[in-house]
């Protein structure tokens, strides 16, 4: 490809990508949902939390399902103001108890209708709370409700597979993360700092 006709190809792409950045008019907060069977969701999601903390944003976590092990998102996003409230059963398929897990999930789901109605956080981030609503351990119209009722400039994040189409439609942007090739798969454990 000649100089000429790269330069005129990328001018073009430029134009585009101008007139997209020149549609766009509207700010507020945004309903992001990070599903799909492949890794990566929770760590999408604390990159951004990443983001909005080096930016001066205030942000907050709920952690759905998450054990009590050593936490390296929190350790590292706490000390800078990251709230972060943890349901600390373990995994359901470990606990294998309804009852509690489901008064667990509601006693940290307080928090979180809590988060979501503070006007002082910018990202609100519910990690695994697709398998709540699955489970039956959270209702989904009172979750709907309360993204909906959130303040405008709020931005929420979802992770967890299988999320619930009600939610999907709701969500301003989805990325559905797929399994192409996992070290798990070949016997390799996980690892603490990578994997968790």
């Known amino acids: ?3 000429d006709r790269h330069k005129q190809r ?8 101008d007139a997209r950045i020149d549609a766009a008019k509207e700010q507020r907060g945004i309903l992001i949902v990070f599903t799909g069977n492949g890794k ?15 930016h001066g944003m205030r942000a907050a976590v709920i952690q759905f399902i998450k054990g009590e092990w050593p936490n390296g998102e929190k350790n590292l996003l706490e000390p800078h103001g990251v709230e972060f409230q ?7 398929w470990e606990t294998q108890n309804k009852e509690t897990d489901t008064a667990a999930c509601q006693a940290v789901w307080q928090h979180g209708k809590r988060m979501l109605n503070d006007a002082t956080l ?8 697709t398998y709540m609503v699955s489970f039956g351990y959270l209702d989904l119209q009172e979750v709907v409700d309360a993204l909906n009722a959130r303040p405008a400039h709020q931005t929420v994040i979802i992770t967890g ?30 690892q603490q700092g990578i994997d968790w």
């Open 1 to 3: 490809m000649t100089e």
């Open 10 to 17: 990328q001018q073009k792409l430029k134009e585009q990508v």
């Open 40 to 54: 990566g969701k929770t760590t999408a999601a604390f990159g951004t939390i990443t983001r909005a903390v080096g």
């Open 86 to 92: 943890v349901m600390a059963t373990g995994f359901t």
């Open 122 to 129: 910018d990202l609100v981030v519910l990690d695994e709370l």
């Open 161 to 190: 597979r299988g999320c619930h189409r009600d939610l999907l439609e709701l969500a301003d942007t989805v990325s559905e993360l797929r399994p192409v090739k996992h070290a798990f798969d070949a016997g390799i454990m996980a």
